[in-house]
């Protein structure tokens, strides 16, 4: 029974890889259009669009939802992923996406590093050690003073930094919060803060941009809701390792959209990356 839960687990959460792989390449497509703020504002607003209908088919109260005792820490919070997510998009504006996505996978050591101040853990020589290597792989993959450096390699890194004070302030808040509150915090916050910032990026949007916002917000909280399915059935530790099958996707997506082909140094980037994140991992989970 429990294999059989695992392995649903497993599914819900490749299926969010995919999503958010999708929505990715979506929004690089149209970064010639509009600034990468826009797009994550309208990527919020499908978000919201997609919860409302989700919590109205789950029958949850508005007065249960918005109950919190960390209101400061829930609107705090989607300022982080906003943050991640602009960085990103600024960084697709520029990079193949494979190569973007590469660069985020550093996500795991910055959280290796916030973790002392943050949450005032111990980390130790082989920890710092790999996040060393791991920035080294991301030197590999953006190969400074080469032809394919770009001033933008800097932004998916930017991101994976933001991220992981977003992963830290999830750890945080899942130890007193309902996971339903801490997602609608995430639209609700998501919205408030891109809308503080779209007024001064602001293009008319087509009719097409708005099935872009509509269909990327709402694979978005999808891959949200298969997120939380996946850790629902399965360990954490199980799930982690498939965060790297991004990669496999965004290089066939990359491929098959921009012609793409990711070159040699991304591939053994990536691998420096990915293993110093893997390694990351074990002692974490090794050591507690």
């Given at each position: 029974m429990q294999e059989q839960r695992s392995l649903q687990g497993i599914?819900?959460?490749?299926?969010a890889i995919l999503l958010i792989a999708i929505v990715d390449t979506t929004c690089k497509i149209y970064t010639t259009d509009l600034h990468a703020v826009q797009l994550v504002w309208g990527y919020f607003i499908g978000i919201d669009l997609t919860l409302l209908v989700y919590f109205?088919?789950?029958?949850?109260?508005?007065?249960t939802l918005v109950r919190t005792e960390r209101l400061g820490v829930q609107l705090a919070r989607p300022a982080f992923l906003v943050a991640s997510i602009t960085a990103l998009f600024i960084g697709l504006t520029y990079l193949p996406i494979a190569e973007?996505?590469?660069?985020?996978f550093t996500a795991p050591l910055f959280i290796t590093v916030l973790s002392v101040p943050i949450l005032k853990e111990k980390v130790g020589l082989h920890r710092w050690a790999a996040v060393v290597i791991g920035l080294a792989g991301v030197l590999i993959v953006i190969r400074p003073g080469g032809g394919l450096w770009h001033w933008a390699s800097l932004m998916p890194l930017v991101g994976a930094m933001f991220f992981a004070f977003f992963q830290l302030i999830t750890r945080v808040l899942a130890a007193s919060e309902r996971t339903h509150t801490t997602l609608f915090y995430t639209g609700l916050g998501g919205l408030v803060?891109?809308?503080?910032?779209?007024?001064?990026?602001w293009t008319t949007p087509s009719m097409v941009h708005w099935l872009v916002f509509l269909s990327t917000g709402a694979m978005g909280a999808l891959a949200h809701l298969c997120?939380?399915?996946a850790f629902n059935r399965a360990e954490a530790s199980l799930l982690a390792p498939y965060n790297y099958s991004k990669m496999i996707w965004v290089a066939v997506l990359g491929y098959a959209v921009f012609g793409d082909i990711p070159s040699t140094n991304m591939w053994i980037g990536t691998a420096v990356i990915v293993a110093a994140g893997g390694y990351v991992f074990y002692r974490e989970r090794r050591h507690g």
């Open positions: 599914g819900f959460f490749a299926a109205v088919i789950r029958r949850e109260r508005l007065s973007a996505t590469a660069i985020g803060w891109t809308s503080l910032m779209v007024p001064f990026y997120m939380i399915s």
